[in-house]
């Protein structure tokens, strides 16, 4: 049975009783998740909207300003939603562009015993070993909700990172290039634009995403060392559908 499918269960069993009910309810949440694509805009089998879908998720850009609460630095950022067929291309690219030598933060969420996720490092990596490790990981990279990446060239300083809701996420100046790639692929700055994260979602990972996280950090050579991450304002729930 999938975690929507017994949570709904325990839902039903509790407040309502009723077996025609819970299959109905069940229906409708399976139908729903298979849905994935909105208009010309496809989602990765990573995350999915609510089921009052708060948000249609749809591609595009905005830029933000992070501001460090410590230093009260602020950092120019962009943010992306790109449709699957061009997400982890385009992500390639833009790694390529951070230089020889990169640091890597792999990003984890696998384990439910721990609020929040656990980030893990990798320090001085060369570009061409870790983008042909990234692309024999494509898929989990791409379609686990429960994976995350990002990489950074602290001399820059530029981070760009693939979050476990496949959004883009480009920190650091000058951001022109990355917006210059985006551009080019059809993508459209929209000041507007609602991502997926601002409301409530549901992630997905299996067993064998899990035990293939386990690899890829095996080949990156992170370090024992985690760092465990903030929850944030994430309000969805992690599960199959």
């Known amino acids: 049975m999938s975690f929507l499918q017994q949570f709904f269960q325990d ?28 208009g010309d805009f496809e989602l990765t089998d990573a995350v999915r909207p609510s089921m009052d879908l708060q948000i249609q998720p749809t591609e595009g850009y905005r830029h933000e300003l992070y501001v460090d609460e410590d230093t009260k630095m602020e950092v120019p950022v962009l943010m992306a939603a790109v449709s699957k067929e061009k997400l982890f291309p ?24 721990i609020s929040g996720h656990v980030d893990l490092y990798r320090e001085h990596i060369d570009m061409p070993v870790l983008t ?34 496949k959004l883009l996420i480009m920190y650091g100046e000058p951001l022109g290039g990355f917006e210059d790639l985006m551009n080019s692929a059809g993508i459209q700055n929209d000041p507007s634009i609602r991502f997926i994260t601002e409301a409530e979602h549901v992630h997905s990972s299996t067993q064998k995403y899990q035990t293939e996280f386990e690899d890829l950090r095996l080949r990156l050579g992170t370090c024992l060392e985690a760092k465990e991450g903030e929850q944030g304002d994430d309000e969805g729930f992690e599960g199959a559908w």
């Not at 385009?90 to 969420?109: A, I, K, Q």
């Not at 909700?145 to 990172?161: F, K, Y």
């Open 11 to 38: 839902v039903f069993e509790h407040s309502l009783g009723a077996v025609s009910s819970r299959q109905n309810a069940s229906a409708d949440v399976q139908s729903h998740f298979e849905i994935s694509k909105y």
């Open 132 to 165: 042909s490790i990234l692309w024999e990981y494509e898929d989990l990279l791409t379609n686990d909700g429960c994976t995350g990446i990002a990489v950074l060239n602290p001399n820059i300083p530029q981070e760009i990172q693939f979050d476990e809701h």
């Open 90 to 113: 385009l992500f390639m690219e833009m790694v390529r562009r951070l230089g020889d030598t990169v640091d890597v933060v792999l990003e984890t969420s696998h384990d439910h015993a």
